[in-house]
């Protein structure tokens, strides 16, 4: 609905996972210019060495659901207000034209993307769990803390390591990769770890060590299958988006891959990064102006939804 | 609500609201959760209040239908949920709510 100004409003709400967001934007009727009015989060962190459960993941959302949705509406009109930057229209955008290959690696997806005739194809994807995932798996394995996130406090405890780098699978099939070995095996080795027993060479290794080396195994991984859908379509950027997206290691390794093929990585920050509301509202707003319309009673909820199902008419 | 063999336990609920906005918008909102267990019927109606004639249909009337007891109570508990979730935003964000938080701001 069209505010003071004139500019359409749109509101969306995120509750996969155990975020919860809400968020707020505003178009420009002329120019389309995207506004943040408001981007607010909640999320449910489980204590170290569990998950989060369904069922008490949905009890945290209806529990903070109106606390958010007040949040986010008392915050849209309070000032503030920021332009955004870094969806995917501005990734190609900013970029002169030259259409980005997308990284898209959260908890629940880990998929290399093109964008080509409305649609974001698919290039390559895990066959078997997300990367945030066998992160967030490997963190209740070393009963790291999951506030603000585990993949976070992995990356921190990484940057202590790196006297050694052990040995894990590296499980790059064609496009696709795989990731449930390569969290067994890192299993294994911290259950050796715990028991004391030496690495490779003889000496102790540590916590440290090997979210190192799993970062470094797994990134190298992404970066590989990256570069090769870079290769196929022609392009020399890239855009990171998801919550792993945030991990700065992942960002400057796939930043020294692009910059040898002469072109540049575009990461955003946890605002955009991990899930939030504003990613649906702009979503969907967009949807809305080219004249895609659902009732109320023909809508659904579903857990099975693929990225290359969406035809998006808003774009050439 | 008449029995179906297969389906033999039931629950009828009726859920008062101020009125029949505040009903309709509860209904549409529900409504979009389907029932995920083939063993459940769910319908959801608006009816009209049985103590006040010209008010509208004030009431979320919700019949459940189960193959088991234990169908029922697990469909007609994470229906509860949801409806106390409704409630909640409706007590707290109805539109006259958010206008006179704003006019007192």
Sequence with gaps: MPDAKGRRIALGCEGSANKLGIGIIAHDPVTGEPTVLSNVRDTFVSPPGTGFLPKDTARHHRAYFVRVAKKALSASGAGGRKPLRGSHRDGAGDNGGVEPVVLYVSGGNTQVIAYAEQRYRIFGETLDIAVGNCLDRFARTLEISNDPAPGYNIEQLAKQGGRVLLDLPYAVKGMDCSFSGILGRADDLAAQMKAGEPGPDGEPFTPADLCFSLQETVFAMLVEITERAMAHVGSNQVLIVGGVGCNERLQEMMGAMAAERGGSVYATDERFCIDNGIMIAHAGLLAYETGFRTPLEESTCTQRFRTDEVFVKWRD | M???????????????????????????????????????????????????????QTVLQVDYKATTNRMLRVAVNSFMDSLALVLEVQEEMDVDLIESEKANN
């Design chain 2, 2 to 56: 008449a029995t179906d063999d297969n389906f033999p336990c039931s629950l009828t609920l009726q859920v008062p609201f101020p009125d029949a906005r505040l009903a309709s918008v509860a209904l549409q909102a529900l409504r979009v959760d389907k029932e995920l267990s083939g063993l459940v019927k769910r319908e959801l109606s608006t009816v009209a209040s049985p103590s006040s004639e010209d008010a509208g």
